[in-house]
């Protein structure tokens, strides 16, 4: 499954962006999708995930308060809405999906057999 991400630029610190990402073949079975993120020199770090109900959400402590996932109309999409950004918030955010299984630990990269190119989001302090 091929997913394309958009909504990364440039934003000033305190500001806000939406990332969107949406799957090639909307028929295409979905358990969960996430969004992870990396910044330059720094691991992969998990952002958020929702399931494929869009029921549940899952964060790190770490993002929970200003990014919040949610699910489109269309089950296989998924948007991150991203307030308050600070300027460690730069990085690249990359969608993922995870096609195969039900995914039971959401945060783990391993879930995720679908990923996209990433988006880059940079913030100005």
């Known amino acids: 499954v091929q997913l394309l991400e958009s909504g990364g630029g440039l934003v000033q610190a305190g500001g806000s962006l939406r990332l969107s990402c949406a799957t090639s073949?909307?028929?295409?079975?979905?358990?969960?999708m996430a969004w992870f993120r990396q910044a330059p020199g720094r691991e992969r770090e998990f952002v958020a995930a929702?399931?494929?109900?869009?029921?549940?959400?899952y964060y790190p402590d770490s993002m929970k308060g200003r990014f919040t996932i949610s699910s489109g109309s269309r089950k296989n999409t998924a948007y991150l809405q991203m307030n308050s950004l600070k300027a460690e918030d730069t990085a690249v955010y990359y969608c993922?999906?995870?096609?195969?299984?039900?995914?039971?630990?959401?945060?783990?990269?391993?879930?995720?057999?679908?990923w996209g190119q990433g988006t880059q989001v940079t913030v100005s302090s």
């Open positions: 993922a999906a995870g096609t195969d299984t039900i995914v039971t630990a959401p945060g783990a990269e391993s879930e995720y057999d679908s």
């Open positions: 073949d909307p028929s295409s079975r979905i358990y969960a």
């Open positions: 929702i399931s494929w109900s869009g029921i549940n959400t």
